[in-house]
């Protein structure tokens, strides 16, 4: 068997109340998603999931939880998706002015985006997610993710 590279990516889905936080991409059609991206060396899933936010929606963000770790083989490498749930850290507006990273960011409510003309999304996975977490789903601790030879905790 062959060695595989595997990619990293952080997903970010931010809450303020019924509102959800989403970026109007760049790439991939130009379309509205979650704030996500690749892992960089040296960076661990939530600190990635952070910087993408602050970069993608120009705010900076709280990581609560996680709601999930994908993990996908694939023909020529695998990947990580790491899906975190987050809140705003202040009051900061998203973006609305693009740059590389973005177009611009958007609070939104689930009703919002049944509007496909101002908010064409990326796929459905957004409004799954939203649902899911709206809906009352577990967010498990950080403490899941910790480095390799971290001291074991647990009950006494």
């Known amino acids: 068997m062959s060695w595989q590279p595997t990619v990293f990516i952080a997903l970010a889905i931010v809450r303020l109340g019924r509102r959800f936080l989403i970026v109007h991409e760049r790439k991939h059609g130009q379309?509205?998603?979650?704030?996500?991206?690749?892992?960089?060396?040296?960076?661990?899933?939530?600190?990635?999931?952070?910087?993408?936010?602050?970069?993608?929606?120009?705010?900076?963000?709280?990581?609560?939880?996680?709601?999930?770790?994908?993990?996908?083989?694939?023909?020529?490498?695998?990947?990580?998706?790491?899906?975190?749930?987050?809140?705003?850290?202040?009051?900061?507006?998203?973006?609305?002015?693009?740059?590389r990273h973005s177009q611009a960011a958007a609070w939104v409510t689930l009703d919002e985006l049944d509007d496909a003309a101002r908010y064409p999304m990326r796929g459905a996975e957004v409004r799954a997610l939203f649902e899911y977490v709206s809906a009352g789903a577990p967010i498990y601790p950080l403490s899941l993710l910790t480095c390799e030879g971290a001291p074991l905790t647990g009950p006494s």
Do not use: N, Q
């Not at 910087?51 to 963000?61: F, S």
């Open 31 to 99: 379309r509205w998603y979650l704030p996500a991206g690749r892992v960089d060396p040296g960076e661990t899933l939530v600190e990635a999931a952070r910087r993408e936010t602050l970069e993608e929606a120009g705010i900076p963000i709280v990581v609560d939880g996680i709601v999930r770790i994908e993990h996908t083989p694939l023909a020529d490498c695998s990947r990580v998706r790491g899906i975190f749930v987050a809140h705003p850290a202040d009051d900061t507006p998203p973006k609305s002015t693009p740059d």
